[in-house]
DNA sequence: CGCTTGACCGGAA
DNA sequence: ATTCCGGCCAAGC
């Protein structure tokens, strides 16, 4: 079974929207590590996956209820990716202190990489 | 059914 | 530094 059923893909966009969730204020993730965060459909090959998971979590956050903080994720380029809402997403980052020039923000600074990384404070590291 | 598109990614020019 | 291209697969039409 190569081909990914309703439930599967239902499952993994929960998981998804869960784990974006978690993503502190002031901090963005990856779709790629946001991909290789969550449990993966299970009729989904790994090789499949690993090239694939991001793509599958941006068709995820497509459809994601406003609960979800989606401005937090962005492109593995630390971009805002070209889609309708990027101007907001803009807008939401930067009420939240992450700095975004350009459309550009530096993921070194911003880019959450879990709950041990918590008790850094985003903006006091400099200076 | 087949074709086109896409909130991506990594590498190449 | 930026732009372009190929890959891969799910969704929509």
Redesign the pocket.
Known sequence: M???T?SD?KLFHDSVWEFVCTVPVGRVV????VAQAVVPPSS??S??YQ??G??????A??A?PDSVP??R?V???GRL?????AER?CQRLLLEGVEVV?G?LDLLRVQWHGKACETVHPQASLF
């Open positions: 190569t081909r990914l309703d893909l990856t779709y790629g590590q989904i090959g090789t499949h090239r694939e991001a793509r599958l979590v941006g068709a956050m497509a994601c989606w401005h994720v492109n593995a380029r990716s070209g889609h309708a809402t997403q350009a550009q």
